[in-house]
């Protein structure tokens, strides 16, 4: 429920009985949720916009529930992400390492049994990388 409230329609509706106002919210998968009062609403919402992620970028070390650390296959096809190279204000600093990819930014690269796969791309990334020789990670 919380992953779709920021692509929700908003409607304000006028009980008949009692002349009390509801809110209605309903998504584009067809759900719909009933508050009683404004203030209902207005706090699920700032609940939700301090736990979810814009655009699907990098909270915690994570993007889509994914830990960004481990083995990684570059692929040109299908990837579970998409990511652009840039030098100032990534999403994430990656070192590439040979061992113990175990922390936050630790990249190994791999042909086979990846723990997720990127491709690179120059537009629309799912989050944006720098390549670091030292203290990779969150920025």
């Given at each position: 429920m919380k992953k779709?409230?920021?692509?929700?329609?908003?409607f304000s509706l006028i009980s008949v009985v009692g002349y009390s106002q509801r809110m209605y919210v309903a998504d584009f998968e067809g759900n719909?949720?009933?508050?009683?009062?404004e203030t209902a609403i207005n706090e699920m919402l700032a609940e939700t916009a301090s736990e979810a992620t814009v655009g699907d970028k990098v909270v915690d070390?994570?993007?889509?529930?994914?830990?960004?650390?481990?083995?990684?296959?570059i692929v040109n096809s299908f990837p579970d992400f998409k990511v652009?190279?840039?030098?100032?204000?990534?999403?994430?600093?990656?070192?590439l390492v040979d061992s113990f990819p175990d922390s936050c930014g630790k990249w190994k690269i791999v042909d086979s049994f990846p723990d997720?796969?990127?491709q690179f791309v120059?537009?629309?990334?799912d989050f944006t990388i720098k390549m670091v020789?030292?203290?990779?990670?969150m920025p």
């Open positions: 779709y409230l920021f692509s929700l329609m908003l719909e949720f009933y508050f009683e009062t070390c994570e993007c889509k529930g994914v830990p960004l650390y481990g083995k990684v296959k652009k190279i840039v030098e100032s204000f990534p999403d994430l600093k990656v070192k997720f796969t990127i120059d537009s629309f990334p020789e030292s203290f990779p990670g």
